[in-house]
């Protein structure tokens, strides 16, 4: 099993409809999780960042965590074509200066 | 922008040829990695470095080599290439210890 799974889609919205992107862990010590948004042929760019439980929200992009049940999302309000990239969600524990655990993605596309 | 340059950005090379990615940093981190990217597999970590000339192997090492002579600069080696080495790799810092930044990205082609 692997630490962190992601559903890779492809994920096809419309224009102006709020997103909803997901993964799941197995390891109950991560405390960091991470979203990263990546445009074809780029590096991930990091979005959003949330130590332990709890929502964070910045403009159109909220993320939340719950540790009861091991699952993050990344909610997106008034998606826009701009939006249309692959979202990475990552993991990591405490203090450490090496281990981060990535999803392998979904591929979101904001049709106009 | 972490201030982190990769280069070359973009290689074709043949297969059995050494190859060297060099990644640079402005901001004096001290941790830097080396990751690459593969359909179905996501984001691989090849190595990784805590400082100068202290690094280690990731899940993916084999066929690799890397130094870290200089804080600012993290060599990745491929000392001999082979068409499954064909991928994009990633350099990558932590900044605060929990979150990662990833440069732009070499493209490399082994022909």
């Known amino acids: 099993q692997k630490e962190v799974e992601q559903d890779p889609g492809p994920l096809s919205v419309p224009e102006g409809a709020i997103v909803s992107l997901n993964c799941t862990y197995s390891?109950?010590?991560?405390?960091?999780f991470m979203w990263y948004r990546q445009y074809s042929r780029k590096g991930p760019e990091l979005l959003m960042y949330?130590?332990?439980?709890g929502n964070k929200e910045d403009g159109r992009f909220t993320a939340q965590v719950d540790k009861s049940s091991k699952y993050i999302s990344l909610f997106i309000r008034d998606s826009q074509p701009s939006d249309s990239a692959t979202y990475l969600c990552?993991?990591?524990?405490?203090?450490?200066?090496?281990?981060?655990?990535f999803g392998t993605g979904t591929s979101l596309t904001v049709i106009p | 922008d972490a201030g982190i340059t990769q280069s070359p950005r973009h290689k074709v090379t043949e297969t059995g040829t050494p190859v060297t990615l060099r990644c640079h940093q402005t901001?004096?981190?001290?941790?830097m990695y080396w990751y690459r990217q593969d359909p179905g597999h996501g984001l691989r970590l090849i190595h990784y470095?805590?400082?100068?000339?202290?690094?280690d192997k990731g899940e993916v090492s084999d066929g690799y080599s890397v130094s870290r002579s200089k804080t600012e600069d993290f060599l990745l080696t491929l000392e001999s290439a082979t068409s499954s080495q064909t991928s994009v790799y990633f350099c990558?810092?932590?900044?605060?210890?929990?979150?990662?930044?990833f440069g732009e990205g070499s493209w490399l082609t082994v022909v």
């Open positions: 990552a993991m990591s524990f405490l203090n450490t200066g090496n281990q981060f655990y």
């Open positions: 390891n109950s010590a991560f405390q960091y």
């Open positions: 949330t130590y332990s439980s």
């Open positions: 901001e004096n981190h001290r941790y």
């Open positions: 470095s805590y400082g100068v000339k202290d690094t």
């Open positions: 990558a810092i932590t900044a605060s210890g929990n979150t990662i930044y």
